[in-house]
C-alpha cells in the first residue's frame, strides 16, 4: 500500500514550457487535492476533485488546469510556467471531505 | 473565507519539556481542525484532529484543545523528543472539501 504517489519529485522548466504533475493513491479515496507550498505561507489550495468526474478551483487556480483521470488518478498541468509557479506541489487525497493525506511532493523551479 | 493564524513560527524547547501551538480561525462555521507534522523533504502527515463537537482530544503524547466561543484551538506536546522535531500545521475546515491552513510553526528540541 503506498499511499499517495507523485511525479516527478524535482523539475526544472524555463518560462513558458508546460508540464504535467501525476499523482495516484491506492487507498479508493473519493476525493483528490492539489496544493503548492511556499516559504512562510502554508499550504494553498489550488485544485480539488470531490469525486470522479469532479474538479472545483480553490484559493489560488489561476494558471493551472487538472484532470482527475479516474478514481486513483489526479493530475496538473502547468500550460505555460512563469517564475511565479516556483513552488512545492503536493497531492492529497481523502475518504471523505475532512482528513487528508498527502504525498512526498514535487519541486519544481521554473527560470 | 476562512483566514488561520498560527503562533508561534519558531519553538525551541528543551528535551522533555512540553510544546504549545496555537491557532486562530475567523470563520465560525468552521467545525473540523486537524494538525500536521511535515519533516524536512516530506509531505505533511495528519498527527490529530478535533471535531467542533468536542472541547479536547488527546492521543499519547499529543494532545488538541478546542475553544469554539474564542475561536482558537492548541497543539499540546508532552514529554518532547527529538524526533518531535519538524514544521507543524494547523488547518481549519467547513466540511466543504477546502482546508486552510496556518503558516506554520518550526518546532526545535534541544538534546
Known amino acids: 500500500n503506498a499511499g499517495v504517489t507523485q511525479t516527478p519529485k524535482f523539475q526544472v522548466l524555463k518560462t513558458g514550457q508546460s508540464m504535467t504533475l501525476q499523482c495516484a493513491q491506492d487507498m479508493n479515496h473519493n476525493s483528490m487535492y492539489w496544493y503548492r507550498q511556499d516559504p512562510g505561507m502554508g499550504l494553498r489550495l489550488i485544485y480539488y476533485?470531490?469525486?470522479?468526474?469532479?474538479?472545483d478551483k480553490g484559493e489560488v487556480p489561476n494558471g493551472y488546469n487538472v484532470s482527475r483521470l479516474n478514481k486513483r488518478e489526479f493530475s496538473l498541468r502547468l500550460e505555460s510556467a512563469a517564475p511565479s509557479q516556483t513552488s512545492v506541489y503536493f497531492c492529497?487525497?481523502?475518504?471523505?471531505?475532512?482528513?487528508?493525506?498527502f504525498g512526498p511532493g514535487t519541486r519544481l523551479t521554473v527560470t | 473565507g476562512e483566514n488561520v493564524e498560527q503562533h508561534p513560527s519558531t519553538l525551541s524547547v528543551q528535551e522533555g519539556d512540553s510544546a504549545v501551538i496555537k491557532c486562530t480561525y475567523s470563520?465560525?462555521?468552521?467545525?473540523?481542525f486537524p494538525w500536521y507534522k511535515q519533516e524536512l523533504g516530506k509531505g505533511p502527515q495528519l498527527i490529530i484532529d478535533i471535531r467542533s463537537n468536542v472541547g479536547e482530544k488527546k492521543d499519547q503524547r499529543i494532545a488538541v484543545t478546542l475553544n469554539k466561543t474564542a475561536k482558537h484551538f492548541s497543539l499540546h506536546i508532552t514529554e518532547t523528543q527529538p524526533e518531535d522535531s519538524a514544521v507543524y500545521f494547523c488547518?481549519?475546515?467547513?466540511?466543504?472539501?477546502?482546508?486552510?491552513f496556518g503558516a506554520g510553526t518550526t518546532v526545535t528540541v534541544r538534546a
Open positions: 492529497a487525497s481523502s475518504p471523505t471531505s475532512l482528513e487528508q493525506y
Open positions: 476533485s470531490a469525486s470522479e468526474g469532479t474538479t
Open positions: 470563520d465560525s462555521a468552521s467545525n473540523y
Open positions: 488547518a481549519a475546515s467547513r466540511d466543504d472539501y477546502k482546508l486552510s
